[in-house]
């Protein structure tokens, strides 16, 4: 239900300051890998700030009520936003600052850019698939190239499939292969532990792309989205206000 809300009702969400904080340092992150990480933390956060500045504006603007606002625990909307920015400042710092220490650089795309937030259009198991890639990077040793997805929230719980598409997708447009893949988790300031891609052959994958394919296919042709109620997916849903399950619109 929050799917169709967002995605083909196109209702207009809840704000939420921990949306924009991601954004802000994904901006971030993607200029100083543009500078080729010679990008200074003072002039990375400055591009943190801009972005956040602009989303907090933006969302003002559309909702000036600030208690219609998603924000995490009882704390106010205003001091939801004032934390969420120093954090965000200090996740700045502390990625520059890991990637200092890891043995692991920016690989470089066939057209000599840094390749960061990566596109790419390819088909997987019949199914057109179209994303971006955070980073790849490349170890200068050993040649090994790895896939890796920046996050600012919570640790991904599901199994990443994620990470294998964005493998499969390198290798379909690019021709080099990826064994691993990793999170890097902005609250820890480091990445997960490695993930084998290999483990998901092409047969697995396909089984996955298809029938989520098919599901999706078979939902919008039957207008067929059921709500999932509950607390957990309830509390930060931004969609919730749209919600025809009325004891979830408060």
């Given amino acids: 239900m929050a799917y169709k ?13 921990w949306s924009f904080q991601g954004t802000a340092v994904h901006a971030a992150a993607e200029a100083y890998e543009r500078s080729m990480r010679t990008m200074s933390i003072r002039k990375a956060q400055d591009v943190f700030e801009a972005v956040w500045l602009d ?21 106010t909307t205003e001091r ?12 700045v710092a502390d990625y520059i600052d ?11 795309l066939p057209d000599g850019s840094p390749a960061t937030e990566v596109g790419f259009r390819t088909t997987i198991a019949g199914v057109l698939m179209v994303g971006y890639i955070d980073l790849v990077l490349e170890d200068p040793w050993t ?13 991904p719980s599901h199994t990443p499939v994620q990470l294998a598409i964005y493998g499969r997708a390198v290798q379909r447009v690019f021709g080099i292969k990826a064994r691993y893949g990793d999170y890097y988790m902005a609250r820890d300031a480091a990445p997960t532990k490695r993930v084998d891609l290999t483990r998901f052959s092409d047969e ?6 298809r029938g989520v394919d098919v599901m999706e296919s078979a939902a919008y042709e039957a207008g067929a989205y059921p709500p999932s109620p509950s607390e957990d997916h309830c509390w930060s849903c931004a969609v919730k206000h749209h919600c025809p399950v009325p004891a979830l619109k408060n």
């Fill in 80 to 91: 939801d936003i004032a934390e969420r920015f120093e954090a965000g400042l200090t996740q």
């Fill in 204 to 209: 697995l994958l396909g089984t996955w792309i």
């Fill in 55 to 75: 989303k907090i504006d933006e969302a003002k603007e559309r909702q000036p009520n600030l208690n219609m606002w998603l924000r995490g625990g009882r704390k």
């Fill in 98 to 108: 890991f990637t200092t220490t890891e043995p692991f650089i920016l690989w470089v």
């Fill in 143 to 155: 040649g090994e190239i790895r896939i890796r997805d920046l996050k600012t929230g919570a640790k």
């Fill in 5 to 17: 809300l967002e995605r083909i009702d196109r209702v207009d969400p809840l704000p939420a300051a």
